[in-house]
């Protein structure tokens, strides 16, 4: 394989394929600009649209919007009740007219939520009437 990319590098030689004429950088930006056409320049002012002046409003708006779509989200995250409070809520809006089972299960409440619930009514009912 040695032998064969020195029989190649002889037929082919070590110089480089292309070279550049003697001072041809030298003399080449004027060239180019010899053989482009005369072009006037003129400036233009730029009526602005009616979204580029909305624009700001927008992004204004969206941002403001943002912000209190978290605040909203972060203070029902951060809301002090608790699931027996919610079933308790739950619980108190149920009536006889009413499928308790659908209203539960659309409450995201679940079983366990339920029976702590029950517990702990039942736990204070016992103890009111026990006096304690």
Same mark, same amino acid.
């Given at each position: /394989?040695? =032998? #064969?990319? %020195?029989?190649?590098?002889? *037929?082919?030689? *070590?110089?480089?394929?292309?070279?550049?004429? #003697?001072?041809?950088?030298?003399?080449?930006?004027?060239?180019?600009? %010899?053989?482009?056409?005369?072009?006037?320049?003129?400036?233009? #002012?730029? *009526?602005?649209?009616?979204? /580029?002046?909305?624009?700001?409003?927008? !992004?204004?708006?969206?941002?403001?919007?943002?912000?209190?779509?978290? /605040?909203?989200?972060? @203070? =029902?995250? @951060?809301?002090? /009740?608790? @699931?027996?409070?919610?079933?308790? #809520?739950?619980?108190?809006?149920?009536? &006889?007219? =009413? @499928?308790?089972?659908?209203?539960?299960?659309?409450? +995201?409440?679940?079983? !366990? &939520?339920?029976?702590?619930?029950? &517990? %702990?009514?039942?736990? !204070?009912?016992?103890?009111?009437?026990? +006096?304690?």
């Amino acid at each position: /394989m040695i =032998h #064969e990319q %020195s029989q190649i590098l002889s *037929k082919a030689g *070590k110089e480089p394929g292309f070279t550049v004429p #003697e001072g041809y950088f030298e003399g080449l930006t004027s060239t180019i600009m %010899s053989r482009l056409p005369e072009v006037e320049i003129t400036d233009v #002012e730029a *009526k602005p649209t009616w979204w /580029m002046r909305v624009r700001p409003y927008v !992004y204004l708006a969206a941002m403001f919007a943002g912000v209190w779509c978290m /605040m909203t989200l972060f @203070n =029902h995250l @951060n809301s002090p /009740m608790t @699931n027996l409070q919610r079933v308790a #809520e739950i619980a108190g809006g149920i009536s &006889d007219e =009413h @499928n308790a089972d659908e209203f539960v299960l659309s409450s +995201g409440v679940d079983a !366990y &939520d339920i029976m702590t619930y029950e &517990d %702990s009514v039942y736990g !204070y009912m016992i103890d009111s009437i026990a +006096g304690n």
